[in-house]
């Protein structure tokens, strides 16, 4: 009997190892030995903690992605993206998913990424930021990129990369005064939020 649960044991641990754990209530109450219900029981709180550590780390990640490449509503229709810091393959794979997301769910026109922070782009990073342009247009959204150093334009200028679907601003500025005049057709044909056009208030005859 004690080899029998032994092995059940082991075939438990292994689970537990794989992050699976098939023990369950109903085995623990139906085990007659008690210390062997309580080794069970032991094995599913166990199983139980890393799931609830796991979820927490996923989570952690979640935010840490959210902070490490934020995406901002800064206006009608118009999102930011502020990129600081080395922007790493993983990091430029990101960039991709939280650009086309904060495009979709915002209903975004325009996405200002803004690179006035990364200190160097190599091929990699800009073949990615190429790539997010792409992804944007096809959901019938406009991209600007702004903040290009003088040390990156050289670099960008050596890369065999194209440049022909990149809208380029000097600084993150004009990048936002050309994505505000990019939408401001559909600000003045939005009665929510302010007058139209040719709805001024009009003083006193």
Do not use: W
């Amino acid at each position: 009997m004690k080899e029998h649960f032994g092995e059940v044991l082991l075939s438990h641990l292994t689970d537990l190892a794989n992050s699976r754990c098939r023990v369950t209530e109903a085995d623990v109450l139906a085990e007659d030995d008690p210390t062997s219900a309580q080794i069970l029981a032991g094995l599913m709180m166990l199983h139980q903690e890393l799931e609830l550590r796991e979820h927490e780390r996923a989570e952690a990640e979640r935010r840490n992605l959210e902070l490490s490449t934020p995406v901002l509503e800064v206006g009608h229709r118009v999102v930011l993206m502020p990129l600081v810091g080395v922007v790493d393959l993983g990091r430029s794979e990101q960039m991709i998913e939280r650009a086309l997301e904060a495009v979709s769910t915002k209903g975004a026109r325009v996405l200002v990424v803004d690179i006035t922070g990364v200190p160097d782009i190599d091929a990699g990073v800009a073949a990615k930021l190429v790539a997010t342009f792409r992804a944007v247009g096809l959901l019938g959204a406009r991209t600007i990129l702004t903040g290009v150093s003088p040390t990156n334009a050289q670099r960008l200028l050596t890369l065999d990369i194209d440049l022909s679907e990149m809208t380029i601003q000097r600084s993150l500025g004009a990048g936002l005064e050309a994505a505000y005049a990019m939408t401001r057709p559909e600000r003045a044909a939005d009665p929510v939020g302010g007058h139209r056009l040719n709805d001024r208030p009009r003083g006193p005859r």
